[in-house]
């Protein structure tokens, strides 16, 4: 079951403005029923302002009456229309990995040069600019660019490669099994 936004704040809420049991109020925000009681009691979440489930649209006012005359009812979230898909714009790359880039920038044109420059960018998170300095070496740490594959670099997944690869191919012209041998 899909838990409230801020199931504290909402536990609060419900605790102060419901008759409803303490475990119908655990059930629904994914806590302890003891630690809803606390809550009521003032011993817990003292600070936390209360959270309207029906304002933001996570219950309504008929089920919050209905489970009130039922004790034994549970309270069922309303299903959102927005749906959560992956998130669309740059990756972040850990600071740790970020002198990798490089190095899978060399690899990539290596290996795959059917790959667009905006495939390449997408794939590992960088720029268009760095991509043109590492192809044509003008790149500030030319000299130490060694090729490392952006998958074990951990820049990349094997299946976005390959999702990226398989889409290329046909733009670039070359035939599926006419890939460069990989390191």
């Not at 994914?30 to 809550?39: D, F």
């Not at 990798?100 to 059917?114: C, G, N, Q, Y």
């Not at 670099?153 to 460069?180: F, N, Q």
Request: glycine content about 6%; charged content about 25%; proline content about 5%.
């Amino acid at each position: 079951m899909a838990l409230p936004l801020m199931p504290k704040a909402t536990a609060v809420w419900l605790v102060e403005n419901t008759t409803l049991t303490f475990d119908q109020i655990a059930e629904f925000c994914g806590m302890h029923a003891l630690e809803v009681q606390a809550i009521a009691d003032g011993e817990v979440a003292t600070g936390i302002v209360g959270l309207d489930p029906v304002a933001n649209g996570q219950l309504t006012r008929e089920e919050i009456e209905r489970c009130e005359k039922d004790p034994d009812a549970s309270l069922k979230m309303l299903m959102s229309e927005v749906t959560i898909g992956k998130h669309k714009g740059a990756r972040y790359t850990p600071v740790s990995k970020r002198q990798d880039r490089p190095d899978a920038i060399a690899w990539l044109l290596k290996h795959h040069p059917e790959l667009s420059d905006a495939q390449v960018s997408k794939l590992i998170g960088t720029t268009k600019a760095t991509i043109a300095s590492v192809r044509d070496r003008t790149h500030w740490n030319a000299a130490n660019i060694k090729p490392r594959n952006p998958v074990t670099l951990g820049l990349c997944s094997e299946a976005d490669l390959e999702k990226a690869v398989a889409i290329a191919r046909p733009r670039s012209g070359l035939a599926a099994g006419s890939a460069v041998a990989h390191d």
